[in-house]
């Protein structure tokens, strides 16, 4: 018995492995790097902006109200005028009759193209697109009318200067004088008409504000000038 238990050799001994002191967690997949946003190029101006009355459009209408009101502070003065002249007793002649139908005239186109260029600002302010035709027709009347009464009014003054008989007729020289202010009127009417054109054609901001350039489809003259 002895022997056996000297003879057996012991179990060899088998090192146990030691644990790591800094254990490696399990790799995780790594996530893509995060790109910065991207920078919006700069928009333009909301159509909001566009659409409202502002800048040289709103001047224009303002300027162009100022001008009207203060033109019809005359209509008393020419109604009474013509009024005289038809209700003035004596023989009717050639000149009573021509000064009446300058009087007369000359209230007509007063009133037609107060008329018809609040029709086109009204319109204007609408977006509708037969405002610019408008302004083109109330400049036409205000051309003609007023031309029409500075030739007769011209005519009626030369008469009174240079026929025997009349010669330093004293009111003469006011027919002058009225003739003269008529043609400032026939001036001022053709530039405000080309004024209108060329702004409401070219104008940028005006085709922002309406949406497109249709007006210019319906308007009597300058329809192939429209804006880039």
Same mark, same amino acid.
């Given at each position: 018995?002895?022997?056996?238990?000297?003879? &057996?050799?012991?179990?060899?001994?088998?090192?146990?492995?030691?644990?790591?002191?800094?254990?490696?967690?399990?790799?995780?997949?790594?996530?893509?790097?995060?790109?910065?946003?991207?920078?919006?190029?700069? &928009?333009?101006?909301?159509?909001?902006?566009?659409?409202?009355?502002?800048?040289?459009?709103?001047?224009?209408?303002? %300027?162009?109200?100022?001008?009207?009101?203060? %033109?019809?502070?005359?209509?008393?003065?020419?109604?009474?005028?013509?009024?005289?002249?038809?209700?003035?007793?004596?023989?009717? &002649?050639? %000149?009573?009759?021509?000064?009446?139908?300058?009087?007369?005239?000359?209230?007509?186109?007063?009133?037609?193209?107060?008329?018809?260029?609040?029709?086109?600002?009204?319109?204007?302010?609408?977006?509708?697109?037969? $405002?610019?035709?408008?302004?083109?027709?109330?400049?036409?009347?205000?051309?003609?009318?007023?031309? +029409?009464? $500075?030739?007769?009014?011209?005519?009626?003054?030369?008469?009174?200067?240079?026929?025997?008989? +009349?010669?330093?007729?004293?009111?003469?020289?006011?027919?002058?004088?009225?003739?003269?202010?008529?043609?400032?009127?026939?001036?001022?009417?053709?530039?405000?008409?080309?004024?209108?054109?060329?702004?409401?054609?070219?104008?940028?901001?005006?085709?922002?504000?309406?949406?497109?350039?249709?007006?210019?489809?319906?308007?009597?003259?300058?329809?192939?000038?429209?804006?880039?």
């Amino acid at each position: 018995m002895e022997q056996n238990q000297q003879g &057996t050799p012991p179990p060899p001994f088998q090192p146990q492995p030691n644990p790591s002191p800094n254990p490696q967690p399990a790799s995780q997949p790594q996530q893509a790097p995060q790109q910065p946003p991207r920078p919006q190029p700069p &928009t333009e101006a909301a159509p909001a902006d566009w659409g409202r009355i502002g800048g040289w459009l709103l001047a224009f209408i303002v %300027m162009q109200a100022i001008q009207i009101f203060a %033109m019809l502070s005359d209509f008393p003065s020419l109604l009474e005028d013509a009024l005289e002249g038809v209700m003035a007793g004596g023989p009717a &002649t050639a %000149m009573s009759m021509a000064i009446a139908v300058c009087d007369w005239l000359a209230l007509g186109t007063l009133v037609a193209y107060a008329v018809a260029v609040i029709v086109a600002l009204v319109q204007l302010v609408q977006r509708h697109p037969l $405002f610019l035709r408008n302004f083109q027709l109330a400049g036409i009347v205000a051309v003609a009318g007023n031309f +029409v009464v $500075f030739l007769v009014m011209e005519a009626i003054h030369v008469y009174y200067s240079t026929s025997p008989g +009349v010669v330093g007729y004293e009111p003469s020289y006011g027919y002058s004088w009225e003739a003269g202010s008529h043609w400032t009127l026939v001036v001022l009417a053709l530039m405000w008409t080309i004024f209108w054109t060329l702004y409401f054609a070219r104008s940028v901001r005006v085709r922002h504000y309406l949406g497109s350039d249709s007006h210019l489809d319906h308007v009597l003259f300058g329809r192939g000038m429209r804006s880039a």
